[in-house]
């Protein structure tokens, strides 16, 4: 807890980034940068880099997974071993495992699964850098890399968290606040149903800072979901 800050905002009511209370981290993002994937999606939020690859729908492996009414959709979450200060073991880990089933479960949703019986739909999220929230940030990409595969869906997924610290409700948590904060709420939704997909819960926040927490991350939600709209709007005109 060495590197912990004393106070995370400060008289302006700026936070250790310079940024305000309730806004996002600069966002980036970049459509088909993989040749090889049927859809890509590079994608920065703030110090965050990831890359999301999409595969299929296509003959799914192990072939005793198919489901004769809809595709299936599985995704994998990994942490590069140099994208955080100490150097993660590569490979699966706990962590991993609940990440990619949390974004599975984020995204499966918006796809039409019943277009392509027998098949898979293969999402890859790397994370090359990470700065906190780098399951938010790669659930944005896989949903931009899913809509370049040209794979049908009821809409983009977008996901930002909210957190606290000083006792005050922050946006899109940097790593200091995610990691010495005293709540962090990552949610996910379909923007344009405002239809909630993921939402987890770590720390303590009260039932008043809950719900104005949700409408701050909901309208952070709504912000990417333009940006993620104007990116593939960009790359297809
Ligand atoms: N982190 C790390 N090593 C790890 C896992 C996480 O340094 O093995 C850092 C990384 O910066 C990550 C942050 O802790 O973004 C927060 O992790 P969390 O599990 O809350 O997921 P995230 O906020 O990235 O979705």
């Not at 965050?48 to 192990?62: L, S, T």
């Not at 999220?125 to 399951?135: H, I, K, S």
């Not at 405002?194 to 926040?205: A, E, F, V, Y």
Request: charged share 30%.
């Amino acid at each position: 807890m060495s590197d912990m800050p004393e106070k995370f905002i400060n008289e302006e009511g700026l936070r250790l980034d310079g940024r305000q209370v309730n806004e996002l981290r600069p966002l980036k993002i970049e459509v088909g940068v993989l040749k090889r994937a049927d859809g890509s999606c590079y994608l920065e939020l703030g110090q965050n880099k990831v890359v999301a690859a999409v595969y299929g729908p296509r003959e799914i492996h192990p072939r005793h997974l198919q489901n004769a009414m809809e595709t299936v959709v599985r995704y994998r979450y990994n942490m590069a071993s140099f994208s955080v200060d100490e150097r993660k073991r590569p490979g699966p880990d706990r962590r991993g495992v609940e990440v990619s089933k949390v974004s599975r479960e984020a995204i499966g949703p918006v796809v039409l699964k019943e277009y392509y019986p027998r098949s898979s739909i293969d999402i890859f999220v790397e994370v090359l850098q990470a700065d906190a929230g780098t399951r938010t940030a790669g659930i944005n990409a896989a949903s931009v890399a899913l809509a370049d595969a040209g794979i049908p869906m009821k809409g983009l997924v977008s996901s930002c968290a909210v957190g606290k610290v000083d006792d005050t409700l922050v946006l899109d948590l940097m790593k200091e606040e995610d990691n010495y904060g005293q709540a962090d709420m990552p949610i996910a939704m379909v923007a344009k149903e405002d239809k909630i997909t993921l939402l987890q819960m770590d720390g303590h926040l009260t039932n008043d800072e809950f719900k104005k927490g949700l409408e701050m991350a909901i309208s952070g939600c709504k912000k990417i979901y333009e940006v993620q709209k104007k990116a593939l709007i960009d790359a297809y005109s």
